[in-house]
């Protein structure tokens, strides 16, 4: 099972960026992804997960009204879309896939980290 992310980058304050994360693996049943972010002297956070069958979304009260998440259940992927940028929400970015392996083994993997940095 590999999550494979791309779109951070540097953007001015205000700015928008989108992130892509795309889950693979034969027997890997998706059941949610999310996006979880982490930035220097500080924990991980949530920052906005998505149920892929049924398309529940959660969002951390931080980007609320800013971001939004998608997901294909199709393809396995999940998209972030992060708009009004604020410098705060500079960090690393890492995209968690949770799912099944057969009928029983539960799985959850991550994904390499991007960075997503915002400017003053």
């Known amino acids: 099972v590999q999550l494979v992310e791309s779109g951070g980058g540097l953007v001015q304050a205000g700015g928008s960026l989108r992130l892509s994360c795309a889950a693979s693996g034969s027997t890997f049943s998706v059941i949610g992804m999310g996006w979880y972010r982490q930035a220097p002297g500080k924990q991980r956070e949530l920052v906005a997960t998505i149920t892929l069958s049924g398309g529940s979304t959660n969002y951390a009260d931080s980007v609320k009204g800013r971001f939004t998440i998608t997901g294909d259940n199709a393809l396995d992927t999940c998209h972030l879309q992060m708009t009004s940028l604020k410098p705060e929400d500079t960090a690393v970015y890492y995209c968690?896939?949770?799912?099944?392996?057969?009928?029983?083994?539960?799985?959850?993997?991550w994904g390499q980290g991007t960075q997503v940095t915002v400017s003053t």
């Open positions: 968690n896939a949770e799912g099944y392996i057969g009928l029983t083994t539960y799985v959850s993997r």
